[in-house]
């Protein structure tokens, strides 16, 4: 059973992002599928535009997903600003009927300090994550999004992850756990989740400050009245 608060998103995507598009072409342009995760803990939203327009009107909660949207397959300018760090510019790719995580996250780029002894803050960064292979069951992976080796503790699991380390968490059948680094809890995940392949992203403020988000991460399909008939 699809998610449906994922459905509603993918909905308003189609008057948001697709409209101008649409516009220019006389047939309907490929769409791909795109889910951004905000892996910052910070009470600031992040600010994100694609083509010139906002993805989440009025910015993107720290450490929360915005679900899967479609959007026009392609290229595209895109812009992340989370107030008191250093904003990013780059171009993100949409591949016709794949469906594409990319994840917001913190890295320091060069010294720490500047001349004048004063901190310089990390930079907004984005990664992206291939979907996993559908699957009846469960499946479940961390990723860490921190700068250094560090050790985390997902229910009875021990990980040890430097930064875009991976892990599969084996045995996971949708039940609750708790996420902890340095015996400080930092996440959990409520039981009885829908079974499905899910991330675990593990991200930090480089402050001493971490978290942890729970994010689906399957190839979505069109809704049927999307989708092109064959002739």
């Given at each position: ?92 790719k949409v591949t016709a009927n794949?469906?594409s995580l990319y994840v917001i ?127």
């Amino acid at each position: 059973m699809k998610n449906l608060s994922n459905i509603r998103r993918i909905t308003l995507c189609i008057f948001s992002l697709c409209l101008s598009v649409t516009k220019l072409h006389a047939q309907d342009p490929e769409q791909g599928f795109l889910n951004v995760a905000n892996i910052v803990p910070s009470d600031k939203k992040c600010k994100i535009s694609i083509m010139g327009k906002d993805l989440v009107p009025g910015g993107l909660n720290g450490v929360e997903s915005t679900g899967w949207f479609i959007v026009p397959a392609g290229e595209h300018p895109m812009t992340l600003e989370i107030e008191g760090y250093k904003p990013a510019n780059g171009v993100i790719k949409v591949t016709a009927n794949v469906s594409s995580l990319y994840v917001i996250f913190l890295q320091q780029i060069g010294e720490k300090k500047d001349k004048d002894d004063k901190e310089i803050p990390p930079s907004v960064r984005i990664k992206k994550c291939e979907p996993f292979e559908l699957t009846k069951g469960y499946y479940l992976k961390a990723m860490s999004l921190c700068p250094a080796d560090e050790r985390f503790d997902v229910g009875p699991n021990v990980l040890r992850l430097p930064l875009f380390g991976t892990q599969e968490i084996a045995g996971w059948n949708g039940g609750a756990f708790k996420v902890t680094h340095d015996k400080s809890e930092i996440g959990s995940c409520a039981g009885s989740q829908e079974k499905g392949s899910y991330y675990l992203l593990l991200g930090t403020d480089h402050k001493g400050n971490y978290c942890s988000l729970l994010v689906r991460n399957e190839k979505q399909e069109l809704p049927p009245w999307m989708k092109k008939k064959e002739k």
